[in-house]
């Protein structure tokens, strides 16, 4: 009969442990890799539901929507400069005012998301991808992590995803 002394097992123990874990780490992450090419890009898998969905909708909404020009890349292109911005904003603001400034006409006083999940159905899309936080930092919903940069504490008051 074999005699093994606690210690021995505790250590093979740990070291088969560690065999397992370098292996695991090691061979079976489970991540594919792809390379910054389209080539590698190509090779990924599409979703089965994705490539029958054919039809989705996209929905970028938030502080950019209040000036209602250019595009949600409305405060990105105003803090570097873009000539049409910076016209738009002298043509219909006054001077001191921030995208910050913004924030409080985001009221989403007429949002109804059981008319846009109806009018979404109708059209025929069968997924819907809204941007519920963008670049700019501001979140559809009260976040603790957005420092008072959010639908709770400027805007709306209240929360627009749930």
Not at 25 to 31: A, E, K, L, M
Not at 35 to 60: N, V
Not at 115 to 131: H, P, Q, S
């Amino acid at each position: 009969m074999c005699n093994l002394s606690g210690r021995y097992i505790h250590k093979m123990v740990r070291v088969v442990f560690s065999v397992i874990a370098i292996f695991a780490f090691t061979y079976c992450d489970g991540q594919v890799r792809y390379d910054p090419t389209w080539e590698s890009l190509d090779k990924r898998p599409l979703p089965q539901w994705f490539d029958e969905a054919k039809f989705g909708i996209f929905l970028h909404w938030g502080v950019y929507s209040v000036p209602s020009f250019g595009s949600e890349w409305f405060w990105s292109n105003w803090k570097s400069g873009n000539k049409d911005i910076v016209s738009f904003m002298k043509k219909n603001y006054p001077p001191n005012f921030t995208y910050q400034d913004f924030a409080k006409d985001f009221s989403a006083q007429l949002f109804d998301p059981n008319a846009w999940a109806k009018l979404f159905v109708r059209a025929g899309a069968k997924y819907v991808v809204l941007t519920s936080k963008h670049h700019e930092g501001y979140t559809l919903w009260p976040s603790k992590y957005s420092f008072s940069w959010n639908v709770r504490d400027v805007g709306p008051n209240r929360n627009l995803l749930g």
